[in-house]
């Protein structure tokens, strides 16, 4: 997948819990655990405005777009 969501490393880095995010930005743990580990197929932008405000950084932080092939 060409998009990689880096939100683990985000977390890690604001030693935030992924509990503590989801009731920051009001989702379940379970939605958001879909986005950290990449199985979601989209994100609302009213959902990455919520968890960029709440780990005070930019879409581009816990986004990354890979070609293919490319790894980290």
Known sequence: MPVVVTLDA???E???????LAAAV???V???SILK???ARAIRFSTLEAICAALDCQPGD???F??????A
């Open 66 to 71: 890979e070609t293919e092939g490319e790894t």
């Open 30 to 32: 379970v939605n958001l």
């Open 37 to 39: 580990t990449g199985k």
């Open 14 to 20: 604001r030693r935030m819990t992924l509990t503590e």
């Open 62 to 64: 816990i986004l990354r």
């Open 26 to 28: 009001d989702l379940t």
């Open 10 to 12: 985000m977390l890690h």
